[in-house]
């Protein structure tokens, strides 16, 4: 399992293509050896390419315009492969933050999409939050995406902090989902004056021994370090602590 950044949690430092350079220089400084690309400016394809190549850098996946994922999917993958990244994300489904979200129509939108990514020759990922947890008919709307979706036309980017955020297991989930999570992001959760918080790996309450061991038992590749919010701290500065503590673990 190769770990990584994910870039969401430096989106303030990737703004602009100069900083977003600057940005991947000082990632690979800290140790990572890959990202995923989110929350950034706009770039074309062969400009990430090189800059990935610049800092020894690899792109296994990114989060993606979701109405570009939709309607134009065979060249958003064709684009992907410019960078040698081979899982197109959605950061989420749409409508599902603002209460709109329809799930049929989110099957009958990106299941097509999904078909024609694979085809190219890349893999749709799916990356939870909360909402997903919610069961209707006794399901949950991850296990109807896992349903719907064949698995070489998706994979989980299963959130261990949402997870335990839904009250859920991020171990048993993986576990769950083997075969069909090449990617996790890695998210701690503290708990301050009763509040759940995102926290620097190692230093919250999640149990990452079991999630790492769940990891490696389901086929997990890419293991992405996500600080949505770190409260004032620098954003570098946390992805640094987390990477100390994993690497501690034996990852690299």
Avoid at 152 to 170: E, H, R
Avoid at 216 to 222: E, L, N, P, V, W
Wanted: aromatic share 12%.
């Amino acid at each position: 399992m190769k770990l990584g950044a994910q870039l969401y949690t430096v989106r303030e430092f990737t703004k602009t293509l100069q900083d977003f350079s600057e940005t991947l220089f000082k990632i690979a400084q800290i140790g990572y050896k890959t990202v995923q690309v989110s929350g950034t400016c706009a770039y074309e394809p062969e400009w990430l390419a090189e800059q990935l190549k610049i800092n020894g850098l690899a792109c296994p996946l990114t989060h993606f315009k979701s109405d570009r994922v939709a309607d134009d999917s065979a060249t958003v993958a064709q684009e992907h492969k410019v960078f040698q990244c081979g899982i197109i994300g959605l950061g989420s489904a749409p409508g599902i933050f603002n209460g709109s979200f329809d799930y049929d129509v989110f099957r009958d939108r990106f299941l097509p999409a999904a078909k024609k990514i694979r085809d190219v020759g890349c893999i749709l990922g799916y990356h939870n939050h909360q909402f997903e947890f919610e069961k209707t008919d006794g399901i949950t709307i991850l296990e109807r995406i896992a349903a719907d979706f064949p698995a070489d036309t998706l994979t989980f980017i299963l959130d261990t902090y949402w997870v335990q955020y839904a009250g859920g297991d991020p171990a048993a989930w993986i576990k769950t989902l083997s075969g069909r999570v090449h990617c996790v992001h890695l998210k701690d959760m503290e708990i301050i004056k009763g509040e759940q918080r995102m926290a620097v790996i190692g230093e919250g309450n999640i149990n990452f021994d079991a999630v790492l061991t769940a990891c490696q038992c389901a086929g997990t590749q890419s293991l992405l370090v996500e600080q949505d919010d770190c409260y004032g701290e620098n954003p570098f500065n946390c992805l640094e602590r987390s990477y100390k503590y994993l690497k501690s673990q034996g990852l690299e």
